[in-house]
């Protein structure tokens, strides 16, 4: 079946500092990712949505520049959190279309834990 | 803007079947029912979608009222690892945003 993994699966980081999430399709090809994230006890939301070799699509209230995604490949997106701060500290989850799929196959990561001190 | 409304939370016995109800009320025409569901700490599982007809697939069976405005997303036999968050979400087949609500945490007990 179709595996989505994240790396790392938590980090915990200092304030000020930047923080790089990788997002791998393991065995299919995925030209659209996505990243989500999610507080606790909340649910998630859709951050962004990014696609292989153009720039990401941010969902409103996301800021791009703190969130920089990088889609440079078919199998790879990173979500690299800029000048992370507490209230950053959040579970992250990416999730990947199979290439010439349908939006139904959508295959979740299973996710990163970050927490900024 | 959630457009579906779920229990927040259920109980249910180990071995029985799990009836998880939602309403989806303001449903349009082309829109299909969905349901993943997300065990704590990992990222959320596709389970089963819907049109208006019944579906059924390993996992567990989609019932939708005639009126498509609600639906009940059935366990048959609930283990202990299908204690969960369950998500039911409206959307277009094909549209790529999935919007999750705060779903139902459902606790599958021995």
């Known amino acids: 079946g179709a595996v989505v993994s994240q790396h790392p699966s938590r980090v915990i980081c200092k304030s000020g500092t930047s923080v790089k999430i990788e997002c791998r399709s393991l065995?299919?090809?995925?030209?659209?990712m996505f990243w989500y994230r999610q507080f606790p006890k909340q649910s998630l939301m859709l951050m962004a949505t990014?696609?292989?070799?153009?720039?990401?699509?941010?969902e409103q209230g996301v800021e791009k520049d703190k969130f920089l995604i990088n889609h440079a490949s078919l199998t790879l997106s990173t979500l690299t959190v800029t000048s992370a701060h507490p209230e950053d500290s959040s579970f992250y989850i990416c999730s990947a279309i199979p290439t010439g799929g349908n939006y139904n196959e959508q295959f979740f990561g299973p996710g990163t834990r970050l927490t900024v001190l | 803007d959630a457009k579906t409304t779920q229990p927040p939370s259920m109980d249910c016995a180990e071995g029985r079947a799990a009836n998880l109800p939602c309403n989806h009320s303001t449903i349009s025409g082309n829109e299909y029912v969905y349901w993943y569901r997300q065990i704590h700490s990992q990222g959320p599982q596709y389970i089963i979608h819907?049109?208006?007809n019944n579906e059924t697939n390993e996992m567990a069976s989609l019932i939708i009222t005639e009126d498509r405005k609600s639906s009940t997303l059935i366990l048959p036999h609930a283990t202990l690892r299908d204690t969960a968050v369950y998500y039911c979400?409206?959307?277009?087949?094909?549209?790529?945003?999935?919007?999750f609500g705060a779903g139902t945490t459902v606790t599958v007990r021995a």
């Open positions: 990014s696609n292989e070799g153009s720039k990401a699509t941010y």
């Open positions: 065995d299919f090809q995925a030209t659209t």
């Open positions: 979400i409206v959307r277009v087949l094909n549209d790529y945003k999935l919007s």
């Open positions: 819907g049109l208006k």
